[in-house]
């Protein structure tokens, strides 16, 4: 009777924990609207190195903080030259978006709503040129050029 008990309330924490953990610490996609493409889907969240192919053949390394978005985020030209970089504060809430598709079986479309993190623009942003070189630097404050 003692073990039926000591399971039972196993069990039952093992279902809380897991149902608390799926509503609080759900991996959502990360879109940074600067960049075409830059999409990121963290694996574990946080702590994390993501590269990004973007569909103008630039391409992002990332160095992830935060599932909602917060980062540090080199940006470097098909050539392989750094052309930007800069910090990204987490995105201030989950965005939803309707995503549409066309079923494989059905042939029907569609419409599902897609949750994500936009995080925004923080700091100094440092531009270089072609000859990788300091161009230009731009300041932000949550998203707003200041």
Request: proline share 2%; hydrophobic share 35%; aromatic share 12%.
């Amino acid at each position: 009777m003692k073990n039926l008990k000591s399971t039972m309330a196993i069990i039952i924490f093992l279902i809380t924990l897991q149902s608390w953990q799926n509503s609080n610490f759900k991996i959502r996609r990360i879109i940074v609207k600067e960049y075409p493409g830059g999409t990121i889907i963290p694996r574990i969240g946080k702590n994390e190195k993501i590269e990004c192919d973007l569909f103008d053949g630039r391409f992002l390394k990332i160095n992830l903080k935060d599932i909602r978005g917060k980062m540090h985020l080199k940006c470097y030209s098909k050539d392989s030259f750094l052309v930007e970089e800069g910090n990204y504060e987490n995105s201030l809430a989950i965005l939803k978006k309707y995503t549409y598709g066309i079923g494989a079986g059905s042939g029907k479309t569609t419409i599902a709503v897609t949750e994500y993190y936009e995080p925004l623009r923080n700091g100094t942003w440092i531009i270089y040129d072609t000859t990788k070189k300091l161009f230009d630097t731009i300041q932000y404050k949550n998203g707003l050029k200041i």
